[in-house]
């Protein structure tokens, strides 16, 4: 005697079909995007941007500096403004902020110091390899509260080269960071010279360098000097193909504009140790059409690759000098503005 097999409104055949698996994942899918973005953004949870910092242009204003610097944590390592002032008998500012990029340089030169009423006659901003050209703000993680400190409503400018380069998981990130503020954590302490630089955080000259001293201890006691291969020149393109679609071009329109004298200055990477630059071929032209470039627009061009007091004694890692060489740097560079000063005391 048989036994007829139980009734169910779908058979096992039509239960594990590819199609319905796939509308099940689907159906699944959309309810979890549902979950996550669009109620979030109903309950109010949704992160307001922060304002612009009004505060940077009123330092830049009470300082009146002749010079201004921009740049990261390189200028951080080679710059001392204090002494500099003494040296070239100048009033300077260092906007210098770890980890950022040409983005947020043009932020800076565009917004605080465009908005100062006491501009410098120079803007120096230091960079390495082809950095220059690169479509980015930061160097590494990126911290959209503090362009959004520097903007001044949508910057359109700046969000069509930062659009051309984003990437689909770029714009998820956007988007999820702005739901979900706590995914993007905050930046380092604001106050910190590593982070935000001794001008930007308003400390002292006094604390700005026992500040300095602390975050560079730390640095200096990584062991890179001994690595040749630790941070090797980087090279992103050939400079008629990425030049166009970088800040560069906005960076010098900008200046242009505030009547203010534009300098790039190129670091070095580390050199060889027996003292010949670190600097591959294509890197080599890259270079020589950048000066090229800035020269036709009127843009000084300074690139210390090979200068002969520079040496890779001088390197904690493949960019940064160790703290002690800060001032030696700094007096090379003293130099560069007074040439007719002679010889280095």
Avoid at 30 to 36: K, P, S, T
Avoid at 130 to 150: A, C, V, Y
Avoid at 232 to 251: C, I, R, T
Avoid at 324 to 331: F, N, W
Wanted: with cysteine; charged share 20%.
């Amino acid at each position: 005697m048989t036994t007829d097999p139980p009734c169910n409104s779908q058979t096992a055949d039509e239960q594990g079909t590819p199609g319905s698996t796939r509308r099940r994942a689907t159906l699944l899918l959309a309810a979890m995007l549902i979950v996550v973005l669009v109620v979030p953004t109903l309950l109010g949870r949704a992160r307001v941007a922060e304002p612009f910092d009004q505060s940077a242009v009123d330092r830049l204003d009470s300082a009146a500096p002749e010079i201004v610097f921009l740049g990261n944590s390189l200028l951080e390592t080679r710059i001392d403004t204090g002494y500099l002032d003494e040296l070239a008998g100048v009033r300077s500012a260092s906007l210098a902020v770890d980890g950022t990029g040409p983005g947020a340089w043009y932020l800076q030169l565009k917004n605080v110091i465009g908005a100062s009423a006491n501009r410098p006659q120079r803007v120096f901003i230091f960079f390495h390899d082809d950095l220059i050209t690169r479509p980015i703000s930061f160097t590494g993680r990126k911290d959209n509260t503090l362009t959004e400190r520097l903007s001044r409503g949508i910057e359109a400018d700046y969000r069509l080269v930062v659009s051309n380069t984003e990437t689909f998981d770029d714009r998820i990130q956007r988007v999820f960071t702005t739901i979900y503020p706590l995914a993007d954590a905050s930046s380092p302490d604001r106050n910190s010279v590593g982070s935000a630089g001794a001008f930007l955080a308003g400390t002292s000259r006094a604390e700005a360098s026992a500040a300095a001293d602390r975050f560079f201890d730390f640095a200096n006691r990584r062991a890179f000097a001994n690595n040749p291969d630790i941070q090797q020149p980087k090279f992103h393109g050939v400079f008629d193909f990425v030049a166009e679609n970088s800040f560069l071009p906005l960076l010098i329109g900008q200046a242009n504009e505030l009547s203010v004298e534009l300098i790039l200055v190129r670091v070095s990477a580390r050199p060889m140790d027996g003292g010949t630059p670190n600097e591959p071929d294509v890197l080599a032209r890259y270079t020589s059409d950048l000066s090229d470039y800035l020269a036709t627009n009127g843009v000084h061009y300074i690139d210390m690759t090979g200068h002969p007091y520079i040496d890779a004694g001088m390197y904690y890692d493949g960019y940064h000098l160790i703290n002690r060489y800060r001032s030696l740097y700094t007096e090379i560079f003293s130099e560069l503005l007074l040439p007719d000063r002679g010889d280095n005391p």
